[in-house]
């Protein structure tokens, strides 16, 4: 399964909000995750089943979606949200795929 | 608290073997699936190899399917990645991560990972 996520890169300024999009090449139901990626750092689970969040995670992190589209809402971005941004599918398997990423960066 | 912890990178010539490792405290390694995943420089992620709770099941990437071995060792709570014949196209970052599932191989995400070992296959 390809995972496609639009916009490559999101330029939002501190305060607003910002719209992440993931896109199956088929169906994965509600069996998508999201992370967090930060410069030099390991990936960060925020959301599993498309919209739980991960322990810890604040509430202004958001998903929803499921079948081919999803959706991944930070409400409020602070500085330290500005990182990479990768959805994964984990329904059908093996492999376990990921898409390309979303760049959050200061606008 | 969970942790995971990899080492064995460094630079290796093209087609000499590596052995990573991730040693694994604060929760029931044996009791979990692991994966590796890896990050080519400046590049996105790629799932690599997948290994159940007592190693007797294991899937992997077709880009490595037949060069690359993923075992663990539950007494030493530690999971291995044997990388034979590396090319170029090898060089990354290699994590490990817990799979959100505990025992036998299914779907599922990756909480949570390690730090990264970089291996830069070179000549």
């Known amino acids: 399964i390809v995972m496609t996520q639009s916009p490559a890169t999101l330029s939002v300024s501190p305060g607003e909000r910002a719209t992440l999009s993931c896109r199956a090449s088929?169906?994965?139901?509600?069996?998508l995750a999201w992370y967090q990626q930060k410069p030099g750092q390991a990936p960060r689970l925020l959301i599993y089943?498309?919209?739980t969040r991960a322990t810890g995670i604040p509430a202004r992190f958001s998903g929803s979606g499921s079948g081919t589209e999803f959706t991944l809402t930070i409400s409020s971005l602070q500085s330290e949200d500005f990182a990479v941004y990768y959805c994964q599918q984990y329904n059908n398997w093996p492999p376990w795929t990921f898409g390309q990423g979303t760049r959050v960066e200061i606008k | 608290q969970v942790q995971l912890v990899e080492s064995g990178g460094g630079v290796v010539q093209p087609g000499r073997s590596l052995r990573l490792s991730c040693a694994a405290s604060?929760?029931?390694?044996?009791?979990?699936?692991m994966h590796w995943v890896r990050q080519a420089p400046g590049k996105g992620l790629e799932w690599v190899a997948v290994?159940?709770?007592?190693?007797?099941?294991?899937y992997y990437a077709d880009s490595v399917k037949g060069r690359f071995a993923i075992s663990r060792d539950n007494s030493k709570n530690t999971l291995y990645l044997q990388m034979n014949i590396p090319t170029t196209k090898d060089t990354a970052v290699y994590y490990c991560?817990?799979?959100?599932?505990?025992?036998?191989?299914?779907?599922?995400?990756?909480?949570?990972w390690g730090q990264g070992t970089l291996v830069t296959v070179s000549s």
């Open positions: 991560a817990r799979d959100m599932n505990q025992w036998l191989v299914r779907g599922g995400w990756f909480d949570p």
């Open positions: 089943d498309a919209s």
């Open positions: 290994i159940s709770y007592d190693g007797s099941d294991k």
């Open positions: 088929q169906s994965v139901r509600s069996n």
């Open positions: 604060g929760f029931t390694f044996s009791s979990y699936a």
